[in-house]
DNA sequence: TCCAGTTATAGTCAATGCGATTATAAGGGC
DNA sequence: GCCCTTATAATCGCATTGACTATAACTGGA
């Protein structure tokens, strides 16, 4: 790793490109009321601070300055994205961003200051469908055909006519909980959303329903929900959201949580009862209201056995 | 995006940690020799050039010097990694690296200068399973075990033997194509690779057979490897890798060049014919032996009605 | 000219995966 | 004791897909 690299064409010899790093946490946790993301300013931003040269891996940085925050340890964190804003500041400086997606446990929160927890959903209300098809969608759609109707040409119209098709469903298609990052790219397109109004385009309509935040973490959030909703299908990163001791009851409403819809019962009991993902501790408790519920723990040693297609969860088709 | 963040803790004010960002390309393509990469210095390095300040984005400045280098369009683009090396300068001054997979037809490459391109396989010669195991493997195999046995406590032994198995297909393990990186990283950790020894590790054994890079350049093509091993079974990318016209059997033999192992030819062709990915043009061709095969394009118009789940093919199991 | 070799293309069979449904067990509250 | 809840087990059937066989079409050599 200490080697020089040689020569490069393309490098302006003598010439500086320096720019600052910073890390932005997408922290993921999941409660009785749903699937919660770390946010401060009162849920107006996502928590991030610059990468310190003193730490020996970005990493490891990240992992620093979020727990000495919340004091919580980050159990899984894998990089999200990594980009570069060149309006941030206006001069020569330049920002690079680089996000990523940390897994916990809520538990001794403790709130302290001006973080606090918040509902994805109320980010992206239209992404819940644990309840059925939110009403919303309906609304939704005209103003998506209205947008699409609106290009220039054909072609343009037909195109965004087909994306808005297929990532929100219309036209009888089936719901992909996956597309989380494409229909917020979408509305921002669209101007639908409120961020899009801050690139001085005046011509807006009324945002639809959903909170906003600052900047672009907004987008940063739908890129780390979607990056979620795929992995728990193929790697068993849900128990890192899990309490040591669970009922499978407990780890199918946690899923249902992240992917925003409902997996049918005895299928997800089979499916992860055929992976050696859990084991029995012989336990039970009764605090679930009918029939005491075996209490289960992760089987930690499956882990490097099963590197890839770890956790298939039922969540294939419609 | 031009809003400032507001307040954040862990930012030390006034103090700059200004850093270097370099972009790092692996630029994939398939010829009839198999899967090639772009290298620069006679197959030691992977192209790379600084992250220039006018560009409007990182990856428009990729696509920008790597098409200005080599005077070919990339088709396809992802972002495989970033990371931060502090030892690089020994300074203050810390290099941020982002690393992109590209994929390209070969063709007029040009060779200009000191550009060439070379096979995966001279620097992974294990992950190429098309003509079965090879035999290397099996001089392999007894290396790591004796590198499991020289732990010091039973756990890690246990572990280090586990590991290997799982990534090396040892005790009658299927072969995971898709485990390069990690068999790359074992590798490292055996100090089997050349480039281990950097570190000032003296006590090395001769290393594995295969090419070495300069500083992590092998460890980023591995990422690349494992990526796209990966990511030709959901998403339609193959054919960036594939001229305008071509017969199901080039595609079949391109996914095997990618793969590193073989596929079923009449469920290869069961699974493109199901999909709708792509067209019969009509026109055939006499140049492949036997009988005259119908020639195909790409159906581009497919790309955005599957946005995921896109190219299933048959390489699930062993 | 016929035959062997090569590749293209179509079809069959069986095992498996998985979605959907039903049935039974075991607790609590009224 | 009845009805509610949830837990847990078992079954049915369709769709996917891995493995295999058969036929078609062309080239080149005996």
């Known amino acids: 790793m200490d080697q020089a690299k040689g020569p490069r064409e393309g490098r302006a010899i003598g010439k500086t490109n320096d720019v600052n790093a910073d890390l932005i946490a997408v922290v993921v946790a999941v409660n009785d009321a749903g699937p919660c993301v770390l946010t401060i300013e009162q849920g107006a931003a996502l928590p991030s601070g610059p990468f310190e040269l003193a730490h020996r891996s970005l990493q490891s940085s990240l992992r620093a300055w979020v727990e000495l925050q919340t004091g919580q340890p980050l159990g899984y964190i894998e990089q999200l994205y990594t980009f570069a804003d060149r309006d941030r500041t206006g001069g020569n400086e330049r920002v690079i961003s680089i996000s990523y997606l940390a897994l916990t446990r809520e538990e001794d929160a403790g709130a302290s200051g001006r973080r606090s927890w918040a509902s994805w959903y109320d980010y992206f209300p239209w992404e819940?469908?644990?309840?059925?098809?939110?009403?919303?969608?309906?609304?939704?759609?005209?103003?998506?055909?209205?947008?699409?109707?609106?290009?220039?040409?054909?072609?343009?119209?037909?195109?965004?006519?087909?994306r808005a098709a297929v990532a929100f469903a219309m036209d009888d298609r089936a719901w992909n909980e996956e597309l989380a990052l494409q229909r917020y790219e979408l509305l921002y397109e669209a101007a639908l959303v409120e961020e899009a109004k801050r690139g001085g385009d005046s011509a807006i309509l009324a945002p639809v329903p959903g909170r906003s935040m600052s900047a672009d973490h907004r987008r940063i959030l739908a890129t780390a929900i979607a990056r979620l909703r795929s992995k728990i299908k193929y790697r068993p990163v849900v128990f890192e959201l899990m309490p040591p001791l669970f009922t499978?009851?407990?780890?199918?409403?946690?899923?249902?949580a992240l992917s925003g819809r409902l997996i049918n019962k005895p299928n997800f009991r089979r499916l992860i009862g055929q992976q050696e993902l859990v084991e029995k501790t012989g336990a039970t408790t009764a605090e679930t209201g009918g029939r005491p519920a075996q209490l289960y723990r992760f089987h930690h040693a499956i882990l490097d056995e099963r590197p890839v297609a770890g956790t298939k969860l039922p969540l294939a088709r419609a």
């Not at 499978?248 to 249902?256: A, M, N, P």
């Open 128 to 162: 819940d469908h644990r309840s059925g098809r939110p009403p919303m969608l309906e609304e939704l759609w005209p103003r998506l055909i209205e947008w699409a109707q609106g290009a220039d040409d054909g072609a343009t119209r037909f195109d965004r006519r087909r």
């Open 248 to 256: 499978l009851l407990q780890l199918q409403r946690t899923v249902e």
